[in-house]
């Protein structure tokens, strides 16, 4: 593994790039899209895990902080989507450098799968992509995330305080311009582009119903592109309740066997 | 792809920043096998400074919960200090080395003392102020002891025991609205679950279970580093936890004379990580001000 930063000079980004074990000619190279700020912390150790499983199959990969989230540079009022979809498509380009690679497969989870669909559609070319949950609605994102806030304050007998909190949203600061940014997420309306479509998709489902609804329209779209999709329904994680801190890690080792497998399934192709 | 592939700037070097800090990715350990960042001030002070080191809290890579440990080292840079977060063997970034059969609180030890050794080659100072929080607090305080590098601890959220202030003020939770909401949710939820929600809360505690020192050897052990002359800062919050009056650490340790030398901050109202931001920017302000104050002028 190797860590570094790379990027603009005063907004550099943080990555870890693992090597294949053993280099496969022609193999894709993986860029493992994190979730927002929110959801960061949980996804982690499950994100250092998928790239140990990828590097054992022959996948170089690259995993990236967004402005103003791990240790690349900024501060959390710098994590606006399109500062989040904009890094992406810099750590797409970081990721081809270093392996050699050719070919590109997104792997995104939960807002970083959103991120990953949207660099797609707006023409990064990617062989595939893998949506982890992917959030398909901002507002609908934001109510999860607040009802989860909610609870969370329940639990840490912040009760009484909860209705006096303003723009603090799970531990961190949400400015007004970051959560417009978020709420204008629509996954259906950026379809509209078309600008690009990968050859291959992969969805991953936890049990949400509205998102998994999005998720026909989603898999129509990019197969009237040619793309072929599939999709795996993962065992529901217990829903608002769970992740409650943003302190937990995040452990699913069914979703990193299903993501590899499927990235090695193009193998001979 | 819709732009052609270009040489991105990479780099393990300062940047040329704007803001007041300068970071930069560093690989530390015998073997290059812990990862971590260096953040120093944008202009060096002219007398080299202890550096404050912190490292995972729990399975959290180095950048702590809600990114704590990046705010820190880059308001200690504000006030002049370097300071290094990194991960411990085989948590965040860091690789884990092959055949290393040690406990993992005698590796995590190993490992603070390991970048402890590489300070001057790094910042040009021998001597750390070292960070626990939570389960970290072990291996700060152990690596304290061991190292007389160390010159300052801050531990968050540390060892607490009951006392006798404790249990009279135990009766108070009984009239906090926040935890009779929780009760009632909790009530309705065991109402609504079966009991599997039990055997998860008995697996998480075996998970992090840790070894606590007694009072009497944690009061003979903070004596020893007081009078080594190094600098302590306690931070406790009320939350969920069994310390509720600022000096109750002074009475679990049974000796009021540490007072003159361990410093307390007390949050009645925050948790345990410090989820509201208000409070982790108090506690935040404790340790720059405790740092600037107490190793400023060595």
Request: glycine residues 8%; aromatic residues 10%; neutral net charge.
């Given at each position: 593994?190797?860590?570094?930063?790379?990027?603009e000079?005063?907004?550099r980004?943080y990555?870890?790039?693992?090597?294949?074990?053993?280099g496969?000619r022609?193999?894709p190279?993986?860029?493992?899209?994190?979730?927002?700020?929110?959801?960061?912390?949980?996804?982690?150790?499950?994100?250092?895990?998928?790239?140990?499983?990828?590097?054992?199959?022959?996948?170089?990969?690259?995993?990236?902080?967004?402005?103003?989230?791990?240790d690349?540079?900024g501060?959390v009022?710098?994590?606006?989507?399109a500062?989040?979809?904009?890094s992406?498509q810099?750590?797409?380009?970081?990721?081809?450098?270093?392996?050699?690679a050719?070919?590109?497969?997104?792997?995104?989870?939960?807002?970083?799968?959103t991120?990953?669909?949207v660099?797609?559609?707006?023409?990064?070319?990617?062989?595939?992509?893998?949506?982890?949950?992917?959030v398909t609605?901002g507002?609908?994102?934001?109510?999860?995330?607040?009802?989860?806030?909610?609870?969370r304050?329940?639990?840490?007998?912040h009760w009484?305080?909860?209705?006096?909190k303003?723009?603090?949203l799970?531990?961190?600061t949400?400015p007004h311009?970051?959560?417009?940014s978020?709420?204008?997420?629509?996954?259906?309306?950026?379809?509209e582009?078309?600008?690009?479509?990968?050859?291959?998709?992969?969805?991953?489902r936890?049990?949400?119903?509205?998102?998994?609804a999005?998720?026909?329209?989603?898999?129509?779209?990019?197969?009237?592109?040619?793309?072929?999709?599939?999709?795996?329904?993962?065992?529901?994680?217990?829903?608002v309740?769970r992740?409650i801190?943003?302190?937990?890690?995040?452990?699913?080792?069914?979703?990193?066997?299903v993501?590899v497998?499927?990235i090695?399934g193009e193998?001979g192709? | 792809?819709?732009?052609?592939?270009?040489?991105a700037?990479?780099?393990?070097?300062?940047a040329?920043?704007?803001?007041?800090y300068?970071?930069?990715?560093v690989?530390?350990?015998?073997?290059?096998?812990?990862a971590?960042?260096?953040?120093?001030?944008?202009?060096?002070?002219?007398?080299?400074r202890?550096?404050?080191?912190?490292?995972?809290?729990?399975l959290?890579?180095?950048?702590?919960?809600?990114?704590t440990f990046?705010?820190?080292?880059?308001?200690?840079?504000?006030?002049?200090?370097?300071?290094?977060?990194?991960?411990?063997?085989?948590l965040?970034?860091?690789?884990?080395?092959?055949?290393d059969?040690?406990?993992?609180s005698?590796?995590?030890?190993?490992?603070?003392?390991?970048?402890?050794e590489?300070?001057?080659?790094?910042?040009?100072s021998?001597?750390?102020v070292l960070?626990?929080?939570?389960?970290?607090?072990?291996s700060?305080?152990?690596?304290?002891?061991?190292?007389?590098?160390v010159?300052?601890?801050?531990?968050?959220?540390g060892?607490?025991?009951p006392?006798l202030?404790?249990?009279?003020?135990?009766?108070?939770r009984?009239v906090?609205?926040s935890?009779?909401?929780r009760?009632?949710y909790?009530?309705?939820?065991?109402?609504?679950?079966?009991?599997s929600?039990?055997?998860?809360?008995?697996?998480e505690?075996?998970?992090y279970?840790?070894?606590?020192?007694?009072p009497?050897?944690?009061?003979s052990?903070?004596r020893?580093?007081v009078?080594r002359g190094?600098?302590?800062?306690c931070?406790?919050?009320?939350?969920?936890s069994?310390?509720?009056?600022?000096?109750?650490?002074?009475d679990?340790?049974?000796?009021?004379?540490?007072?003159?030398?361990?410093?307390?901050?007390?949050f009645?109202?925050?948790?345990?990580?410090?989820?509201?931001?208000?409070?982790?920017?108090r506690a935040l302000?404790?340790?720059?001000?405790?740092?600037?104050?107490?190793?400023?002028?060595?």
């Amino acid at each position: 593994m190797r860590t570094f930063h790379f990027g603009e000079f005063g907004r550099r980004l943080y990555g870890a790039y693992t090597d294949p074990v053993e280099g496969r000619r022609g193999a894709p190279a993986v860029l493992l899209c994190y979730p927002g700020v929110h959801e960061y912390n949980t996804a982690h150790w499950a994100f250092r895990r998928l790239a140990a499983s990828l590097s054992r199959a022959g996948y170089a990969s690259l995993r990236f902080d967004y402005p103003g989230t791990g240790d690349s540079d900024g501060s959390v009022e710098d994590t606006t989507f399109a500062s989040m979809v904009a890094s992406l498509q810099t750590a797409a380009r970081e990721l081809l450098d270093l392996s050699g690679a050719r070919k590109l497969w997104l792997v995104g989870l939960r807002l970083g799968a959103t991120a990953a669909a949207v660099a797609t559609l707006e023409g990064l070319e990617v062989r595939g992509l893998v949506l982890w949950d992917a959030v398909t609605s901002g507002e609908s994102y934001l109510a999860e995330l607040e009802e989860r806030d909610r609870l969370r304050d329940l639990l840490f007998l912040h009760w009484a305080e909860h209705a006096t909190k303003s723009q603090e949203l799970l531990g961190y600061t949400l400015p007004h311009s970051v959560r417009r940014s978020i709420s204008a997420v629509n996954l259906g309306k950026s379809l509209e582009q078309r600008a690009g479509a990968p050859k291959q998709v992969l969805f991953l489902r936890e049990g949400r119903e509205g998102d998994a609804a999005k998720d026909v329209e989603l898999s129509r779209f990019w197969s009237e592109q040619g793309a072929e999709v599939s999709r795996h329904d993962l065992p529901f994680g217990g829903g608002v309740d769970r992740q409650i801190s943003g302190n937990e890690v995040l452990l699913s080792s069914e979703a990193i066997a299903v993501i590899v497998e499927t990235i090695g399934g193009e193998r001979g192709r | 792809m819709s732009e052609p592939i270009r040489s991105a700037e990479r780099s393990e070097q300062p940047a040329r920043e704007r803001s007041s800090y300068r970071e930069r990715v560093v690989r530390l350990g015998s073997a290059k096998e812990l990862a971590g960042i260096l953040c120093e001030p944008a202009l060096s002070p002219s007398l080299p400074r202890p550096v404050v080191v912190m490292w995972n809290v729990g399975l959290n890579h180095h950048v702590g919960p809600y990114r704590t440990f990046v705010d820190l080292s880059r308001k200690l840079a504000e006030v002049g200090f370097c300071s290094v977060r990194f991960d411990l063997s085989g948590l965040g970034d860091s690789e884990f080395a092959a055949g290393d059969a040690r406990a993992d609180s005698e590796r995590s030890v190993a490992d603070v003392r390991a970048v402890l050794e590489q300070l001057p080659e790094l910042t040009g100072s021998a001597r750390a102020v070292l960070v626990g929080f939570c389960s970290s607090v072990d291996s700060a305080h152990a690596a304290a002891l061991q190292d007389p590098k160390v010159v300052g601890i801050i531990n968050i959220e540390g060892y607490s025991f009951p006392t006798l202030g404790f249990r009279l003020r135990y009766p108070l939770r009984f009239v906090s609205v926040s935890r009779w909401v929780r009760w009632a949710y909790h009530r309705r939820q065991r109402r609504l679950q079966s009991g599997s929600a039990h055997l998860a809360d008995d697996g998480e505690q075996a998970v992090y279970q840790r070894e606590y020192p007694t009072p009497g050897r944690l009061a003979s052990e903070y004596r020893r580093l007081v009078e080594r002359g190094v600098r302590i800062l306690c931070l406790y919050v009320r939350g969920d936890s069994n310390y509720v009056y600022k000096d109750q650490l002074f009475d679990f340790l049974g000796d009021r004379s540490l007072a003159s030398h361990i410093e307390v901050e007390y949050f009645p109202d925050a948790d345990h990580i410090f989820t509201f931001t208000k409070h982790r920017d108090r506690a935040l302000s404790c340790i720059v001000n405790f740092v600037r104050e107490r190793f400023s002028a060595e």
